[in-house]
């Protein structure tokens, strides 16, 4: 049987010693080759062009990169995958959602206690770069999205939870800006992503949606009509507020998952104090897939958007496969271009490439 041919990499960063290290890494495997490497936007918006490759990893803090209409407009010609690079903690998140929002696939963050040479950091960068090569290129600009309607005008008074991890925040960016400023129910948004990308998406939203959004805090009420982010640094579960009425509780996540993944975690928590639904947006898993469960044997109803509306239909079989009962979401139109294409962003960095401040107008 012949081997699969090798994910064809262009590296565009401003750290050499990161260029080095990939250089060196790429060497000694053999499911990814280097085809290029770019120093600054203008080149590398010419030589993916040039190449195509199968991805692009993009340095959020890459020189003279001008914002994300410009890699939408790449994404768009090109059909090219993207992954953004950044270090976690300097100022990068808000940058990293609105390039998702333009159809990069996904991310990776360099803790700032990590080296570029980090074997944590290496070894996410090349397992999200060859999952997102997995990405057909037809599925980049997803131009459906979940029709929620009947399913919150059917449970007005319970609790609708969407799902999901890569893929899923383009997703929502599609989506909520399409819901109606009151809706029926509550709408409770659980990733798997960092705090910081979850903390930069709420924000990033809500002033994009008619809907209320905003990131949970504690005490924060379970009321019809709103949306809430979960962070993605805290388990989350709900308790009784003085009027009785269930309100946000916050833990943080333990360093290790040895009393279970995350979300599962969440979605258990949820479900012992009020019905809860789920909706399964794109996604690897696997976490999610034991809380479905949960909440199907729960009572509530779980459901799985189309494929056609996001990046990774992995997380929605595997649910699927854990749920026969689950339903598929019916579809509709997402909006007629990325925010960022109708939105001037203006991103400012000092001479390091740090950023300085990013304008919406």
Same mark, same amino acid.
């Given at each position: 049987?012949?081997?699969?041919?090798?994910?064809?990499?262009?590296?565009?960063?401003?750290?050499?010693?990161?260029?080095?290290?990939?250089?060196?890494?790429? %060497?000694?495997?053999?499911?990814?080759?280097?085809?290029?490497?770019?120093?600054?936007?203008?080149?590398?918006?010419?030589?993916?062009? *040039?190449?195509?490759? *199968?991805?692009?990893?993009?340095?959020?803090?890459?020189?003279?990169?001008?914002?994300?209409?410009?890699?939408?407009?790449?994404?768009?010609?090109?059909?090219?995958?993207?992954?953004?690079?950044?270090?976690?903690?300097?100022?990068?998140?808000?940058?990293?959602?609105?390039?998702?929002?333009?159809?990069?696939?996904?991310?990776?963050?360099?803790?700032?206690? %990590?080296?570029?040479?980090?074997?944590?950091?290496?070894?996410?960068?090349?397992?999200?770069?060859?999952?997102?090569?997995?990405?057909?290129?037809?599925?980049?600009? &997803?131009?459906?999205?979940?029709?929620?309607?009947?399913?919150?005008?059917?449970?007005?008074?319970?609790?609708?939870?969407?799902?999901?991890?890569?893929?899923?925040?383009?997703?929502?960016?599609?989506?909520?800006?399409?819901?109606?400023?009151?809706?029926?129910?509550?709408?409770?948004?659980?990733?798997?992503?960092?705090?910081?990308?979850?903390?930069?998406?709420?924000?990033?939203?809500?002033?994009?949606?008619?809907?209320?959004?905003?990131?949970? %805090?504690?005490?924060?009420?379970?009321? &019809?009509?709103?949306?809430?982010?979960?962070?993605?640094?805290?388990?989350?579960?709900?308790?009784?507020? %003085?009027?009785?009425?269930?309100?946000?509780?916050?833990?943080?996540?333990?360093?290790?998952?040895?009393?279970?993944?995350?979300?599962?975690?969440?979605?258990?928590?949820?479900?012992?104090?009020?019905?809860?639904?789920?909706?399964?947006?794109?996604?690897?898993?696997?976490?999610?897939?034991?809380?479905?469960?949960?909440?199907?044997?729960?009572?509530?109803?779980?459901?799985?958007?189309?494929?056609?509306?996001?990046?990774?239909?992995?997380?929605?079989?595997?649910?699927?496969?854990?749920?026969?009962?689950?339903?598929?979401?019916?579809?509709?139109?997402?909006?007629?271009?990325?925010?960022?294409?109708?939105?001037?962003?203006?991103?400012?960095?000092?001479?390091?490439?740090?950023?300085?401040?990013?304008?919406?107008?």
């Amino acid at each position: 049987m012949p081997q699969p041919s090798p994910t064809r990499f262009l590296l565009a960063h401003a750290s050499p010693l990161l260029v080095e290290v990939l250089r060196q890494e790429i %060497h000694q495997r053999d499911d990814v080759t280097l085809v290029g490497v770019c120093r600054d936007w203008q080149q590398t918006y010419h030589t993916a062009c *040039d190449l195509q490759p *199968d991805i692009l990893m993009l340095d959020a803090a890459l020189p003279g990169l001008p914002g994300p209409g410009s890699l939408a407009e790449l994404i768009a010609a090109q059909r090219q995958r993207v992954i953004l690079s950044a270090t976690d903690g300097c100022g990068f998140a808000a940058d990293i959602v609105s390039y998702l929002e333009a159809g990069a696939v996904d991310f990776v963050l360099r803790r700032p206690e %990590h080296t570029w040479t980090n074997p944590t950091f290496l070894g996410s960068l090349f397992d999200r770069a060859l999952l997102a090569a997995s990405v057909p290129p037809e599925a980049l600009r &997803p131009r459906v999205v979940p029709d929620l309607g009947r399913l919150l005008a059917a449970h007005p008074e319970d609790l609708c939870v969407l799902l999901g991890d890569v893929g899923a925040a383009g997703t929502l960016l599609q989506l909520l800006p399409r819901l109606e400023r009151e809706i029926p129910g509550t709408l409770c948004v659980a990733l798997s992503l960092p705090g910081a990308i979850t903390r930069a998406l709420a924000r990033y939203l809500a002033p994009r949606c008619a809907v209320p959004v905003r990131e949970a %805090h504690p005490g924060d009420l379970v009321m &019809p009509g709103k949306v809430l982010v979960l962070p993605g640094s805290f388990l989350a579960s709900l308790r009784p507020a %003085h009027d009785s009425r269930p309100a946000v509780f916050l833990t943080p996540r333990e360093p290790d998952y040895r009393n279970g993944l995350p979300l599962d975690r969440t979605l258990a928590a949820l479900t012992e104090q009020m019905r809860t639904h789920l909706v399964v947006l794109s996604g690897a898993g696997p976490d999610g897939i034991e809380g479905a469960a949960t909440v199907h044997a729960a009572g509530g109803e779980v459901w799985v958007a189309s494929a056609a509306c996001g990046l990774l239909p992995n997380l929605g079989n595997a649910v699927r496969a854990r749920v026969p009962t689950a339903g598929e979401l019916p579809t509709r139109g997402a909006l007629p271009a990325a925010l960022s294409d109708r939105v001037t962003v203006t991103i400012s960095r000092g001479a390091a490439g740090q950023r300085l401040g990013i304008a919406v107008a």
